[in-house]
């Protein structure tokens, strides 16, 4: 098998109702999603998450692609390390990265595709019996405390085991919001997401608070540089501290794994160097006894890759999932993916990351067409 063309599709959406977070209102979501085609007529989907598609289009067509032409698909450790060393060696981190990430990724489905089994069986197959994860509710954006509460029983009802609230703008306000929901959520884990909304001291106060409301981990507490600043907070406190989704590479990883580990690792595959690297970074995390549930606040590419990582290692522990509403989430899977009445989730069965960008989808959600 021969690749024939690597090239990029621009989608996205206007949200039906804006959400915020410590540090923005978002009213569109874009995503850029990689093509890898073959001469055997199979086309592997990725998804690179730079924010910004249009650097990712750049990098993939104008760095990547020359790299990828005449390979073969299939060696896909040999092609991340090329890549890498083509494009990543002068940009370490960011769009650079994502863009290798999208095309890990359609590298991935398309092996899926050629060997008619779904990734997580290519990957080594699940850890447990039942490849299924738990997943927990993250729509719990900033709004007036009892609003959220109403929102966070809904997802208890639903058979979430957990629920993700963004906080992040003083002690006073965050500790409102946190007590109406535990005052409300019995028997349902409380994540916490300050989207990087204090400074070390700061976060050591809000910490402290979020202790004593026996919170499930507390995320991204302050901006992601500051790899001292995790290091000390999970020395610190008590209350677990969660973080990763701005970072890249195995190399970024262990910056939050040492002298003191962070307590759960959310790389996201779209960005940290798609499934060949994520699955390193999940070793790493065993290693350190250091859990892992990947951020999956993305597209349905996202969610299935993530997916297909959890089921592979017992250091995995949760599915993020996201319910807002972004049709390029349902829309982008073959089959069904749905969280059953324990909270419970599993992996798509569908041959490579199970996911289609059929041309209905291409034609609405054309990022050209969005209007802000
Ligand atoms: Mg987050």
Redesign the pocket.
């Known amino acids: 098998m021969e690749i024939t063309d690597v090239r990029t599709v621009k989608l996205g959406a206007e949200m039906e109702r804006p959400i915020q977070n410590a540090r923005a209102t978002m009213e569109v979501r874009a995503s850029a999603f990689v093509l890898v085609e073959t001469d055997v007529g199979l086309t592997g989907i990725g998804e690179g998450y730079g924010p910004n598609p249009a650097v990712v289009e750049t990098v993939v067509e104008e760095i990547l692609r020359p790299v990828l032409l005449g390979e073969d698909p299939l060696d896909i450790e040999h092609l991340w390390q090329r890549m890498l060393t083509d494009g990543g060696y002068f940009d370490q981190k960011g769009h650079v990265i994502a863009a290798i990430s999208g095309v890990d990724l359609a590298l991935w489905d398309l092996a899926g595709k050629y060997h008619d089994a779904p990734v997580y069986e290519l990957l080594g197959g699940a850890t447990r019996d039942d490849p299924s994860v738990r997943a927990y509710a993250n729509d719990l954006y900033w709004d007036d405390p009892e609003k959220m509460a109403d929102r966070a029983a809904e997802y208890a009802d639903r058979g979430f085991q957990g629920v993700k609230i963004h906080i992040g703008r003083s002690r006073e306000a965050d500790e409102r919001r946190v007590r109406a929901i535990t005052d409300r959520v019995e028997e349902c884990a409380l994540m916490v997401?300050a989207?990087c909304g204090y400074d070390e001291a700061e976060a050591v106060q809000v910490g402290d608070m979020l202790e004593s409301y026996d919170v499930h981990w507390y995320?991204?507490p302050v901006r992601p540089h500051a790899h001292d600043a995790y290091s000390a907070l999970a020395a610190e406190l008590r209350v677990p501290i969660a973080g990763g989704?701005n970072e890249y590479t195995k190399w970024g990883f262990r910056q939050l794994l040492q002298p003191t580990p962070v307590d759960q690792l959310?790389p996201n595959v779209t960005r940290c160097g798609g499934l060949t690297e994520a699955r390193k970074i999940v070793a790493l995390a065993e290693t350190f006894g250091v859990g892992v549930s990947p951020?999956s606040f993305s597209t349905g590419v996202n969610l299935a890759a993530s997916l297909h990582l959890l089921g592979c290692s017992p250091a995995c522990e949760w599915i993020e999932w996201d319910v807002t509403p972004y049709p390029l989430i349902d829309e982008l899977l073959v089959s069904d993916v749905d969280v059953d009445a324990d909270g419970y989730v599993a992996p798509p069965s569908d041959p490579g990351l199970g996911v289609e960008l059929p041309d209905r989808v291409l034609d609405r959600y054309d990022l050209s067409s969005v209007s802000s």
Request: no cysteine; charged share 55%; aromatic share 0%.
């Open positions: 997401d989207n995320e991204e989704e959310l951020h």
